[in-house]
């Protein structure tokens, strides 16, 4: 089991033709960790930054951590170990570090025939959002008859096969987690946890039950996210300390949460930001400015994925 690099970048939203270019500017900037997903329809993207970095002789395949997630009409064991080579050929690499189970529901997989046809990258890559998100009549989503147990079986044997080095869970909740890992013949733990959490939305319980477990926390939407009105950056406590210590408030936002040991995933496309990102272990905030940014909390949740809320494994209906 390998180490997580603190910081990494993520790909969500970062739109083809923007994402390859991002990815080339955070190697350089010294990002080594770096998070995709099949579901983010830009993996090709992203393999073609990190493979002209590694072809240039700036960074080594090894020296990398790349994570990429299982989406959630893949869940029948039959199925993971498809999703992940589609994942692995878009990317072209030959193994992953990180293979996530992107949530705990299975969604309705597509018709076998789409499936097979998504060893046609270009078809698949046309084809995005229809067979991801498949709807009943009431626009919720259709759920498959998969038990995440099933499919966690599945993920280790790609652990066995040498396709992944380390496997993990997204959006978790505890009780969902705590029934993984007393799983009967668990072969691997899940090495993450990943989980939003920013200082709207702390996840003291989840973050303090992950860690107990020995299972690490990456924190996603760390900057609350590029929309729906939500704007951490601009909240008055994150500028007041940000000007306190010299530094921006994104810095103040990740650096909260490498001290509170969760890895941190923030997303950019801009130059400017994904170097300034990266910048944050050359100061320190001090016990009162993690007790003051934790005060920020008022369990705001930004991804509550509305259409999945009938779901038997839907997450959130617990606390944490
Ligand atoms: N597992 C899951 O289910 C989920 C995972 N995620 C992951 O988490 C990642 C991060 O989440 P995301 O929603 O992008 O949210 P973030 O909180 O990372 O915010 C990204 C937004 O912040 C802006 N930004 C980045 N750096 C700075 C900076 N230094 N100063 C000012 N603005 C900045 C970006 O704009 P710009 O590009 O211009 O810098 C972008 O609009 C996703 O990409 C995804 O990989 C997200 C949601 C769900
Ligand atoms: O990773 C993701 C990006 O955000 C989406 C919308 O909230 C999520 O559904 C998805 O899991």
């Known amino acids: 089991m390998g180490d997580i690099p603190a910081v990494g970048l993520s790909s969500w939203k970062a739109s083809p033709g923007k994402v390859t270019e991002a990815v080339k500017e955070a190697i350089d900037a010294g990002y080594r960790h770096f998070d995709c997903a099949y579901f983010y329809h830009n993996e090709r993207e992203v393999g073609a930054g990190i493979r002209c970095k590694i072809k240039e002789g700036a960074v080594r395949r090894e020296d990398l951590f790349i994570a990429t997630k299982l989406w959630c009409t893949c869940h029948k064991k039959s199925l993971v170990e498809t999703a992940c080579r589609r994942s692995l050929k878009a990317l072209k690499l030959n193994y992953l570090d990180l293979y996530l189970i992107h949530w705990p529901m299975g969604f309705k997989p597509p018709h076998p ?36 147990l099933d499919t966690w079986e599945a993920m280790e044997d790609l652990v066995i096969t040498g396709l992944v080095k380390n496997i993990g869970v997204s959006n978790f909740n505890h ?33 303090s039950f992950c860690q107990s477990r020995d299972v690490s926390v990456t924190a996603y939407r760390p900057l609350g996210g590029s929309c729906e009105g939500v704007d951490l950056i601009d909240d008055p406590v994150i500028q007041r300390i940000a000007k306190e210590h010299g530094k921006s408030p994104a810095q103040i936002l990740i650096r909260f949460q490498i001290q509170r040991n969760v890895i941190v995933i923030p997303g950019s496309i801009t130059p400017s930001h994904i170097k300034e990102n990266i910048q944050v272990f050359d100061f320190e905030l001090t016990q009162h400015d993690m007790d003051n940014i934790l005060s920020l909390n008022r369990n705001l949740r930004l991804a509550t994925f509305p259409i999945t809320k009938n779901h038997k494994d839907y997450p959130f209906h617990i606390e944490y």
């Open 113 to 148: 025939e789409w499936i097979m046809s998504c060893s046609e990258l270009s078809f698949c890559l046309s084809h995005p959002r229809v067979q991801d998100l498949p709807l009943d009549e009431s626009n919720m989503v259709i759920p498959s008859d998969t038990d995440f």
């Open 175 to 207: 009780e969902q987690l705590e029934r993984l890992l007393n799983k009967p013949g668990l072969r691997f733990k899940p090495l993450t946890n990943q989980i939003e959490c920013h200082p709207y939305l702390t996840q003291k319980n989840l973050i």
